[in-house]
């Protein structure tokens, strides 16, 4: 049985998708618009916006955004409102990665990712569910990681943040599946994307953005809470999580090399 209500039809379907300029927004974006739906693309880069959205016409709007800021997350949805009427899905997927390890972390990197990967969120949260609560209908889509399942080298700063969204996304589900809003939580393995190109170490089973776009697609429409992939990766390390820390750590510093 799904817990969430299927998203399959996207035809004329408003959409608005924050981290669409490049990696798994953008390429989830093309995929939606190839599919009939109408997009708001928002990111901080408004010339990699426009270049997604000219194509597309009428269908597509870029409307830039610096997730940090309170006011304008506010402000440009408002703007897709009083352009369409109301949003049905929308998909917050801007984030920011640096790797860290315990003897180089920095207060102010610490705080950058906090406020684009947690607060950045929160930003667009709040309208959003306003919107959708008045509306009676609509869902969101929060993208996590699989770096937030569990500790994981050099992800020091990140993958809390990442854990964090995963708690959210589980406590949003509570309150608002009983009022048919859908919620669905995206946690990716490695994705070939300007963030993950800042990796040094090995990374196991990289898919491509477009890959990644597919699978959400794949799950939303299939109504899953949670859409993890890819599987042949993403299940081993849910494993990971029911094994004792002595070998949890033991694996993963052997699967790391780190």
Same mark, same amino acid.
Request: hydrophobic share 50%; with cysteine; glycine share 10%.
């Given at each position: 049985?799904? *817990?969430? !209500?299927? =998203? @399959?039809?996207?035809?004329?379907? %408003?959409?608005?998708? #924050? /981290?669409?300029? &490049?990696?798994?927004?953008?390429?989830?974006?093309?995929?939606?618009?190839?599919?009939?739906?109408?997009?708001?693309?928002?990111?901080?880069?408004?010339?990699?916006?426009?270049?997604?959205?000219?194509?597309?016409?009428?269908?597509?709007?870029?409307?830039?955004?610096?997730?940090?800021?309170?006011?304008?997350?506010?402000?440009?949805?408002?703007?897709?409102?009083?352009?369409?009427?109301?949003?049905?899905?929308?998909?917050?997927?801007?984030?920011?990665?640096?790797?860290?390890?315990?003897?180089?972390?920095?207060?102010?990197?610490?705080?950058?990712?906090?406020?684009?990967?947690?607060?950045?969120?929160?930003?667009? *949260?709040? !309208?959003? =569910? @306003?919107?959708?609560?008045?509306? %009676?209908?609509?869902? #969101? /889509?929060?993208? &996590?990681?699989?770096?937030?399942?569990?500790?994981?080298?050099?992800?020091?700063?990140?993958?809390?943040?990442?854990?964090?969204?995963?708690?959210?996304?589980?406590?949003?589900?509570?309150?608002?599946?009983?009022?048919?809003?859908?919620?669905?939580?995206?946690?990716?393995?490695?994705?070939?994307?300007?963030?993950?190109?800042?990796?040094?170490?090995?990374?196991?089973?990289?898919?491509?953005?477009?890959?990644?776009?597919?699978?959400?697609?794949?799950?939303?429409?299939?109504?899953?809470?949670?859409?993890?992939?890819?599987?042949?990766?993403?299940?081993?390390?849910?494993?990971?999580?029911?094994?004792?820390?002595?070998?949890?750590?033991? =694996?993963?510093?052997?699967?790391?090399?780190?």
């Amino acid at each position: 049985m799904s *817990l969430n !209500p299927p =998203l @399959r039809d996207w035809n004329g379907k %408003r959409v608005w998708i #924050v /981290g669409a300029s &490049s990696g798994i927004g953008a390429a989830v974006a093309r995929a939606l618009l190839e599919q009939g739906a109408r997009v708001a693309l928002s990111a901080r880069s408004a010339p990699e916006l426009e270049r997604i959205a000219v194509p597309h016409g009428d269908a597509a709007i870029a409307l830039p955004l610096d997730v940090t800021d309170v006011a304008a997350a506010a402000a440009v949805l408002e703007r897709i409102v009083a352009a369409w009427g109301g949003v049905d899905f929308v998909l917050l997927c801007a984030g920011t990665h640096q790797p860290v390890r315990a003897w180089n972390l920095d207060a102010a990197v610490a705080h950058r990712l906090v406020d684009v990967n947690i607060n950045g969120v929160f930003n667009c *949260l709040v !309208p959003v =569910l @306003r919107q959708l609560q008045q509306q %009676r209908k609509g869902a #969101v /889509g929060i993208v &996590s990681s699989v770096a937030g399942y569990g500790g994981l080298p050099t992800a020091l700063v990140y993958g809390a943040t990442k854990a964090a969204l995963i708690n959210l996304a589980e406590t949003l589900y509570l309150d608002l599946a009983p009022r048919g809003i859908g919620v669905f939580l995206i946690n990716p393995g490695f994705v070939k994307t300007p963030l993950t190109d800042r990796n040094t170490f090995r990374m196991p089973a990289l898919i491509s953005a477009e890959e990644a776009a597919q699978a959400i697609l794949a799950g939303l429409g299939r109504g899953e809470f949670e859409i993890h992939f890819p599987r042949r990766f993403t299940l081993w390390l849910k494993l990971l999580q029911l094994l004792p820390y002595r070998i949890y750590f033991a =694996l993963v510093r052997r699967g790391t090399g780190l």
